[in-house]
RNA sequence: GCCCACGUAGUUCAGUGGUAGAACACUCCCUUGGUAAGGGAGAGGUCGAGAGUUCAAUUCUCUCCGUGGGCACCA
């Protein structure tokens, strides 16, 4: 059996078909669809100032289900106004309006804008005009509206179906996406290049939404979260522990296949950690506030201690790496947890199990050389890829978060170290061209301490969310005293590699529940078999299978309930169990079992230890389907 | 934290300036049933919390808490 799963494992490891989603497709900026919605834009734009004069124009680009505009409103739109918007938006359509521009030289076109009294407009020319290779700057006309714009728009309102768009929804949004700036106003809208197209996505979307974990999570009894417990601190019930169990069991024996080695760590710690380790002033706002304690010391003098809850595990890791010298001997070291950390993410940033504020996460540390960088980053690449395979997710695409020196929102936000920098991002960037995965680079999103893989994935509600995450920290080491005698017998910091391939626990499940709309596969399903007897009398034989079953660590339920046989059916289909196993007459006489899987109405009867080898197969070798 | 919306039974939702209703779930009784709702009865709500307006507030106003969608944030 060990044999078994060592196979297993290593098989599982073998072999490159990860194939990940390229990201969102890239616009194109010259086709109808981003005409139309470009243009749309402006007419929404147009139709807003009629029913309130004098608000001023922000930015209103296409997005990938429609369009936006931002403004700054003389008075207040809800989403009453919508439809008054429309109706105004199908007028301006039927006019006719011709989409023309006119290119003014730089000066000329500062005038303009003043002249048009949009401040918000001419603040961006302002900055248009100091660019280099900025010559002059473009406005569009369509009827009695004028907006500065690049373009390009259909030449004719007409082009515009009148029934190709919908205003949606109305949210906040900050000016030039900084929230030092003034709050705007966004109203959002689909669109698409005809009715058909509208309908189909709005008819989709709705269908995703029936797979939001935050539907199925209540649905299927999978977490709860009580306020009087706290905002973002979810209660697993026991169908959630069950995949949560597995999940972890699962990543156990990668770990174990690769040489990991687990630790244990408090969840709390002193203050001084995170003053040794320089992480507090980069988590200062995402910490929970310290519990403080005050002790006497022999001499009567009151002690303050303070306690923190930890936001992250690496300082306890770090610890243990420091708890004794270290040889290169030892190096790669893989110190591996499923650590708990809690952060107070801010209010309007807590959401569902996607964003929580106690969570347990997939953590480990792997302390290495320089020169054994790539091969560890790649290792846990393929890591990645034994897990994603395994759970059949494919619709996530890989960012190689790098930093940006020039954010100005960030100046404190990474060690600075230019070199260091230069030196890790070289060192992930040629790993993954070795390895030959797709990936996409996006400065500024980079941790504090180096350049990482992301994992990005679309919820069903469309919105983007890192799942799992490959870290290269090239600085923490030195800052923190981490050390090893080298064969030389000098002393060097080891790199260090953060990695999460399942994220936390909860991110992961809430992918999980979207990915499979809440019908696990049978390894992780919470409850995988559920016997349901014709009539009572063979309760008694289900009752045997039950046992049997159980001996077997198989999850099963044998339904009691009073309810007709038709009902039994029907609720044990809505919890989306993978086996139903049908018991009457026939069954207990051949000693077989009716076998009705999840999402299939046809049935098949089986000798009852052929459809436990089956089950129990499925179950080690955590197939995705039957 | 900011913008908008929402908060009524376990769940999904209806409703009203004169203190509430349906369906499903739950409990009990009848039904002993072969593949997605058998029949009947019952129980269940401080209408998110607090304050204000009013003779009277679940309904109107304000504050807080929570939820959803955006924005910002996301070690």
């Not at 515009?160 to 900084?178: E, L, M, N, Q, T």
């Not at 919820?459 to 983007?464: A, D």
């Not at 009705?596 to 955590?622: A, H, M, N, P, W």
Request: net charge negative; hydrophobic share 35%; glycine share 6%.
């Amino acid at each position: 059996m060990w044999g078994d799963v060592l196979k297993h494992l290593s098989k599982s490891c073998d072999g490159v078909n990860f194939v990940p989603m390229p990201k969102t497709p890239q616009r194109d900026v010259d086709s109808p669809l981003y005409k139309i919605r470009h243009s749309l834009a402006h007419v929404m734009a147009q139709a807003v100032l009629q029913i309130r004069p004098g608000s001023k124009l922000g930015f209103g680009p296409p997005v990938d289900d429609g369009f936006y505009y931002d403004f700054i409103l003389s008075s207040p739109i809800t989403e009453e106004d919508f439809k008054d918007i429309e109706k105004r938006m199908k007028k301006i359509l039927a006019q006719n309006q011709t989409f023309s521009y006119r290119d003014f030289p730089l000066e000329k076109a500062l005038e303009h804008i003043e002249q048009m009294g949009e401040p918000y407009k001419a603040q961006y020319a302002g900055e248009l005009a100091k660019r280099e290779g900025i010559e002059s700057i473009r406005f569009y006309q369509n009827g009695p509206f004028e907006d500065m714009c690049e373009g390009p728009h259909v030449e004719n309102s007409k082009e515009i179906p009148k029934d190709c768009f919908k205003i949606h929804s109305v949210a906040g949004a900050y000016w030039r996406g900084d929230h030092r700036h003034v709050m705007m106003t966004r109203l959002y809208a689909w669109a698409f290049e005809s009715r058909a197209d509208l309908k189909a996505y709005m008819d989709k979307r709705e269908e995703a939404l029936k797979r939001d974990h935050k539907k199925l999570g209540k649905d299927l009894d999978i977490f709860h979260i009580d306020e009087t417990v706290g905002k973002g601190l979810p209660l697993w019930l026991p169908n959630g522990t069950v995949i949560r169990d597995q999940l972890e069991a699962f990543m156990k024996e990668l770990e174990f296949a690769d040489g990991y080695r687990r630790v244990a760590t408090p969840h709390i710690t002193k203050g001084d950690l995170y003053y040794q380790t320089g992480h507090l002033p980069y988590y200062k706002d995402a910490i929970f506030p310290p519990m403080e304690l005050m002790r006497e010391s022999e001499s009567g003098e009151r002690i303050k201690e303070s306690y923190y809850l930890r936001p992250m595990n690496c300082p306890h890791h770090h610890k243990i790496f420091s708890s004794r010298p270290r040889s290169y001997r030892e190096l790669p070291l893989r110190l591996a947890e499923y650590g708990h950390v809690y952060r107070y993410e801010e209010s309007g940033a807590v959401s569902g199990l996607l964003r929580v504020r106690g969570m347990c996460m997939n953590d480990a540390h792997i302390y290495c050389t320089k020169e054994q960088v790539k091969d560890e980053f790649l290792g846990v690449m393929r890591m990645h890829q034994t897990l994603y395979d395994t759970l059949g997710l494919k619709d996530y695409y890989m960012r190689f978060s790098t930093w940006d020196p020039e954010d100005s929102k960030g100046k404190d936000k990474y060690m600075d170290d230019p070199e260091g920098w230069e030196t890790a991002q070289n060192l992930v960037r040629e790993a993954m061209e070795e390895s030959g995965l797709p990936f996409e680079e996006q400065r500024g999103e980079a941790a504090f301490y180096g350049p990482k893989i992301d994992f990005q994935y679309q919820t069903v509600t469309g919105r983007e969310e890192t799942i799992s995450t490959n870290q290269l920290d090239f600085g923490v080491a030195a800052k923190v005293g981490l050390v090893y005698k080298a064969a030389s017998g000098e002393e060097g910091h080891p790199y260090i590699i953060h990695r999460a391939p399942a994220g936390t626990h909860e991110r992961f499940v809430a992918f999980l529940i979207e990915h499979f709309g809440g019908a696990f596969p049978l390894w992780l399903a919470p409850v995988q078999v559920k016997i349901i007897c014709v009539a009572d009398k063979y309760e008694e034989y289900g009752r045997k299978l039950l046992d049997e079953m159980r001996a077997w660590f198989i999850r099963v339920e044998l339904d009691t309930t009073e309810a007709s046989f038709n009902k039994k059916i029907r609720l044990n289909i809505k919890r989306k169990i993978p086996c139903l196993l049908i018991l009457g007459e026939r069954e207990m006489e051949k000693k077989e079992v009716s076998l009705r899987r999840y999402g299939s109405k046809d049935q098949t009867s089986l000798s009852f230890s052929t459809f436990l080898d089956l089950v129990s197969e499925e179950i080690r070798t955590r197939a995705l389907a039957p």
